[in-house]
């Protein structure tokens, strides 16, 4: 009988974990496009900010500086100074407590020596090198020292080897020393050609105890990089010390370094890994805190801690060119904030990869572009959330006028692409059996051609016109989103409630345009002067004369009144406030819908007096309506006006 352990799933992601719901990012995406901003900028704010519990960037951002904080604040990084000092004074007060209470003219000889020796400890102990100690005690101290800035410098180099060398034997010593020689021999060999994959896993066989680093590098490269990133930051370490201090850490080292027998070739060593690596950041000092001491590894340890959060920051901030999520080390991530971290990065990739394989976005990462499914996405989401805010109950908008269909005819057809009439299921899977797709225990199979759908009464179609304002005052008013949002919503709902109706959305500032379905989304308010709606009117009437059998249903959203009309060479004149000329011009378009019995609904977005008296006039002269909703809700204005035409219509 099988036994079951059962506890915290504590490595990765939650394996439970519902799927992402791509679906919502396009919604949070539309949110900021609907407000401005081009896919590719509202990606990247997506991204910073995090979606559906999953922190972004600036959530991992703020943990980064956070954690720099705390590495600077782990102390000073003059340790090593501070306690080869306190050895040597200890180490000179055994001696003299040995030397005092002996008479003799050598005492004495030897307490001047004590006496004369410089305040510098660099200066002392290579004075002392020669010393024969009358103290034992004094002698285990003085040894203790050596021990010690032989243990740091090697520290400097190699993480871990100040604890790894603790009471080391000469055998240990002899090992370190045939270790560097190997590696500089490695690295010799790569310079020249010669080095292979083998040779780098027999060496780490020999020596991968030295290099405790997590992961374990995979071969010389990756060793490469770990050794020459402590070195930039033992380096930057000795420039954030005072002269002073540089100066007698440096004797210090040089020291320990000639008595160790490895000057030359950790000098080699140093030398191969700058050349390597000349990237790195060899140079500069670093602001360190606290009151405790740090060894020199502790402290080449903080600096380079320091100089990976300062490349994570980097990375995180993306703030240069190209920048994109893949820059991310997700090594660096894991060592700096943990595994949660990871997971939200990688959820955050996800976000990103999804929403290209899914087919919403499209495009390089400089130059994003929303492809016709997104758009569709956000229509879908504008007209759920124009409903949402304007209707009394989910639903009740539509039911009885939704759709094309009427009643049904009992004849059917072959399915095309874009049917929206029920499926006739019995003819459908006649046609799969005639066709030789059913055999004895095997399952129907079905294809395209076997479908088809219940003829139904065609119901009247209607010609739609939305004429949206893109002047500047749109945006000065902060009344943009609400028109881009009702522009989106009411073609969505005409293409999927109402698919044989002929759909045109206008935008007007000194000249008017259609604009495609597929370029609402990223539709931007015209940094221009002039509100041109005889243009916009203009291009309407081509569109009702086209579809001239159609009901006419011509909707327009304006905060301004007209300041721009088209000239007989077909320039824009602009005129403020507005002239005689481009009122009559407007009015006499305004005519021209009306003898084509196309009634104007204007939807007013301002309180201006001139304007309404304007306005006032088109409904006078047209007989349409003026419709003077808040800003936020005149996408359900809009869609009801539509609805409720559509209805008497079909």
């Given at each position: 009988?099988?036994?079951?352990?059962?506890?915290?799933?504590?490595?990765?992601p939650?394996?439970?974990?519902?799927?992402?719901?791509?679906?919502?990012?396009?919604?949070?995406?539309?949110?900021?496009?609907?407000a401005?901003?081009?896919?590719m900028?509202?990606?990247?704010?997506?991204l910073?900010?995090?979606?559906?519990?999953?922190?972004?960037?600036?959530?991992?951002l703020?943990?980064?500086?956070?954690?720099?904080?705390?590495?600077?604040?782990?102390?000073?990084?003059?340790?090593?100074l501070?306690?080869?000092?306190a050895?040597?004074?200890?180490?000179?007060?055994?001696?003299?407590?040995?030397?005092?209470?002996?008479?003799?003219?050598?005492a004495?000889?030897?307490?001047?020596?004590?006496?004369?020796?410089?305040e510098?400890?660099?200066?002392?102990?290579?004075?002392?090198?020669?010393?024969?100690?009358?103290?034992p005690?004094?002698?285990?101290?003085?040894?203790?020292?050596?021990?010690?800035?032989?243990?740091?410098?090697?520290d400097?180099?190699?993480?871990?080897?100040?604890?790894?060398?603790?009471?080391?034997?000469?055998?240990?010593m002899?090992?370190?020393r045939?270790?560097?020689?190997?590696?500089?021999g490695?690295?010799?060999?790569?310079?020249?050609?010669?080095?292979?994959?083998?040779?780098?896993?027999?060496?780490?066989?020999?020596?991968g105890?030295?290099?405790?680093?997590?992961?374990?590098?995979?071969?010389?490269?990756?060793?490469?990089?770990?050794?020459?990133?402590?070195?930039?930051?033992?380096?930057?370490?000795?420039?954030?010390?005072?002269?002073?201090?540089?100066a007698?850490l440096?004797d210090?080292?040089?020291?320990?370094d000639?008595?160790?027998?490895?000057?030359?070739?950790?000098?080699?060593?140093?030398?191969?890994?700058?050349?390597?690596?000349p990237?790195?950041?060899?140079?500069?000092?670093?602001?360190?805190?606290?009151?405790?001491?740090?060894?020199?590894?502790?402290?080449?340890?903080?600096?380079?801690?320091?100089a990976?959060?300062?490349?994570?920051?980097?990375?995180l901030?993306?703030?240069?060119a190209?920048?994109?999520?893949d820059?991310?080390?997700?090594?660096?991530?894991?060592?700096?904030?943990g595994?949660?971290?990871?997971?939200?990065?990688?959820?955050?990739?996800?976000?990103?990869?999804?929403?290209?394989?899914?087919?919403?976005?499209?495009?390089?990462r400089?130059?994003?572009?929303?492809?016709?499914?997104?758009?569709?996405?956000?229509g879908e989401?504008?007209?759920?959330?124009?409903?949402?805010?304007?209707?009394?109950?989910?639903?009740?908008?539509?039911?009885?006028?939704?759709?094309?269909?009427?009643?049904?005819?009992?004849?059917?057809?072959?399915?095309?692409?874009?049917?929206?009439?029920p499926?006739?299921?019995?003819?459908?899977?006649?046609?799969?059996?005639?066709?030789?797709?059913?055999?004895?225990?095997r399952?129907?199979?079905?294809?395209?051609e076997?479908?088809?759908?219940?003829?139904?009464?065609?119901?009247?179609?209607?010609?739609?016109?939305?004429?949206?304002?893109?002047?500047?005052?749109?945006?000065?008013?902060?009344?943009?989103?609400?028109?881009?949002?009702?522009?989106?919503?009411?073609?969505?709902?005409v293409?999927?409630?109402?698919?044989?109706?002929?759909?045109?959305v206008?935008?007007?500032?000194d000249?008017?345009?259609?604009?495609?379905?597929?370029g609402?989304?990223?539709?931007?308010?015209e940094?221009?002067?002039?509100?041109?709606?005889?243009?916009?009117?203009?291009?309407a009437?081509r569109?009702?004369?086209?579809?001239?059998?159609f009901?006419?249903i011509?909707?327009?959203?304006?905060?301004?009144e007209?300041?721009?009309?088209?000239?007989?060479?077909?320039?824009?004149?602009?005129?403020?406030?507005?002239?005689?000329?481009?009122?009559?011009?407007t009015?006499?378009?305004?005519?021209?819908?009306?003898?084509?019995?196309?009634?104007?609904?204007?939807?007013?977005?301002?309180?201006?007096?001139?304007?309404?008296?304007?306005?006032d006039e088109?409904?006078?002269?047209?007989?349409?309506?003026?419709?003077?909703?808040?800003?936020?809700?005149?996408?359900?204005?809009?869609?009801?006006?539509?609805?409720?035409?559509?209805?008497?219509?079909?």
């Open positions: 009988m099988n036994r079951f352990r059962y506890g915290e799933y504590d490595d990765g939650d394996p439970l974990a519902p799927p992402y719901d791509v679906r919502s990012a396009v919604d949070e995406l539309g949110r900021d496009i609907m401005g901003a081009d896919p900028r509202a990606l990247r704010d997506l910073r900010r995090g979606t559906q519990g999953v922190r972004g960037l600036d959530d991992l703020r943990d980064v500086r956070r954690r720099r904080e705390q590495v600077r604040s782990r102390g000073r990084l003059d340790g090593t501070e306690e080869a000092r050895l040597l004074d200890r180490a000179l007060g055994q001696e003299r407590a040995e030397l005092f209470p002996d008479p003799s003219d050598d004495r000889m030897r307490e001047a020596e004590l006496d004369s020796l410089p510098d400890t660099s200066a002392a102990v290579r004075r002392l090198a020669d010393y024969r100690w009358r103290s005690a004094a002698a285990q101290s003085f040894e203790e020292l050596r021990d010690l800035l032989r243990r740091e410098v090697l400097t180099r190699f993480q871990g080897m100040k604890d790894a060398l603790a009471g080391s034997t000469p055998e240990d002899q090992r370190v045939e270790m560097v020689d190997a590696l500089n490695m690295l010799e060999a790569d310079e020249r050609g010669e080095h292979t994959q083998a040779d780098f896993d027999r060496f780490m066989d020999a020596y105890d030295m290099f405790p680093d997590e992961p374990r590098p995979r071969n010389l490269e990756e060793l490469v990089d770990s050794l020459a990133r402590r070195a930039a930051a033992a380096k930057r370490m000795m420039d954030s010390l005072s002269p002073e201090q540089r007698e440096q210090l080292m040089d020291e320990a000639a008595r160790s027998g490895m000057s030359q070739a950790l000098e080699r060593l140093s030398g191969a890994l700058r050349a390597r690596r990237d790195l950041d060899w140079s500069g000092g670093e602001r360190m805190e606290g009151e405790q001491g740090l060894g020199m590894g502790d402290a080449t340890t903080a600096l380079q801690e320091l990976d959060l300062a490349e994570l920051d980097t990375a901030n993306q703030g240069y190209g920048a994109g999520l820059d991310v080390d997700e090594e660096a991530v894991r060592r700096a904030l595994r949660r971290a990871v997971d939200d990065l990688d959820r955050l990739r996800a976000v990103e990869r999804e929403l290209r394989e899914q087919g919403y976005v499209e495009g390089s400089n130059r994003l572009r929303l492809t016709p499914k997104a758009v569709r996405r956000l989401t504008a007209l759920r959330e124009v409903f949402a805010a304007n209707t009394p109950r989910p639903g009740g908008h539509a039911d009885d006028a939704a759709g094309h269909s009427g009643e049904a005819t009992g004849a059917t057809r072959a399915w095309e692409f874009g049917d929206e009439e499926l006739d299921v019995v003819r459908t899977l006649r046609n799969a059996i005639g066709r030789g797709g059913a055999r004895t225990g399952p129907i199979r079905m294809h395209p076997d479908f088809e759908v219940a003829e139904t009464e065609r119901r009247d179609a209607a010609a739609v016109c939305l004429l949206v304002d893109l002047s500047y005052s749109m945006a000065l008013r902060d009344l943009w989103s609400s028109a881009k949002q009702t522009a989106m919503a009411l073609h969505s709902l293409t999927t409630r109402f698919p044989q109706d002929a759909v045109q206008i935008g007007f500032s000249y008017a345009r259609e604009l495609p379905p597929n609402l989304a990223e539709l931007s308010w940094p221009v002067q002039g509100t041109n709606l005889q243009h916009a009117l203009l291009l009437g569109h009702l004369d086209r579809h001239s059998d009901e006419p011509v909707l327009v959203v304006t905060d301004g007209p300041t721009a009309h088209l000239q007989r060479d077909g320039s824009a004149a602009f005129a403020w406030p507005p002239s005689p000329e481009t009122t009559a011009a009015l006499a378009e305004v005519d021209r819908m009306t003898r084509r019995g196309a009634n104007l609904n204007v939807f007013l977005l301002a309180d201006d007096p001139r304007l309404e008296r304007f306005v088109v409904a006078r002269r047209n007989g349409g309506r003026v419709v003077r909703p808040d800003a936020d809700r005149l996408g359900g204005y809009v869609v009801r006006d539509f609805l409720s035409r559509r209805r008497r219509a079909g």
